[in-house]
């Protein structure tokens, strides 16, 4: 009899870096056993909604508006929030594939809806970016703006304000259904969502308990790296976090590229002959067709101490 291949669950957000396309090579590395689980740079919490522990399970980030949001979506009901998105979709007159299929729209899906949308997408960007951001109402616009927007991406300028452009995709059943599974998981996990700096979380791990950290990585460029927010200094002091569980015996995995483009992470190999390197078969197609040279390969890994 074959065996049936696990179905990881995806985040309701298309997290750059997300691990969800690596999960069924990093779960099985991961303990057995697991009293406390914490999810360090959760992003879009793929590991998180896949991974079981015994007790408390945390997802710690420092991107403060999806945090908000998934403390939200923990919170509401299903029916609530789906209500309410339907609402300002219809207020802001956004595209209802699901509903009206792309011809309403004059378009097709090859192309995308990002002409019909763009005018009403910016709308409602404008109005998120110049309002207070501390209501179920606008945490789910700031979810419609990653839906709608540009590959999924999430970014903020200097001023705080929210600046991806219009994308080719909208609110679609597979985006909702995703978003109703994504609120259930969470839900049944209970997981506590808290936005902090990794060097300022405030949760007593001790042994038994295992942290799986995906932090930027060092030597590539994404939206969640911009406006040199992780430097080497960044990169030393969760190296230094993890000697230090380490030390106390707690377990955990790191996820990293020690090569990527043609660099070299020096830090990050220098640090890494203390504890195991698993190697993930894993590339970036959709990333890399503008480099000339194709053989310059990323290797990404999974790093433990067990």
Known sequence: MLQTEVEF????????????????QINPLFPK????FIDLFCGGANVAINVNAQEFMYGI??????????????????????????????????????????????????????AYNKEHYLNL?????????????????????????????????KKGHFNIPVGKRDFNDKVRRNLEKFMAKIKEKNIKFINAD???MKIDIEEGDFLYADPPYLISTATYNEQNSWTEKE??????????LNERGVKFALSNVLEHKGRENTILKSWVKNYNVNFLAYNYKNSNYQIKDKTLKTSEVLITNY
């Not at 669950?9 to 999960?23: R, V």
């Not at 945490?139 to 540009?150: I, N, Q, R």
């Open 198 to 200: 990794f060097r300022e």
């Open 61 to 114: 980030d420092n991107q403060k508006e999806v945090i908000r949001l998934f403390n939200t979506l923990r919170q509401s009901d299903i029916k609530e929030v789906m209500n309410l998105i339907n609402s300002i979709i219809s207020d802001y007159n956004l595209s209802e594939t699901n509903k009206y299929g792309y011809t309403k729209y004059d378009c097709e899906s090859s192309v995308g809806l990002a």
């Open 33 to 36: 056993n697991i009293n406390n």
């Open 235 to 244: 990169e030393k002091d969760l190296l230094r976090l993890l000697d230090r």
């Open 9 to 24: 669950l995806k985040s309701c957000l298309n997290y750059t870096g997300g691990k969800h396309k690596l999960l069924k």
């Open 125 to 157: 960007r404008s109005d998120y970016n110049s309002r207070t951001k501390n209501t179920l109402y606008y945490d789910l616009v700031f979810y419609l703006l990653t839906v709608y927007g540009f590959n999924n991406q999430i970014r903020f300028n």
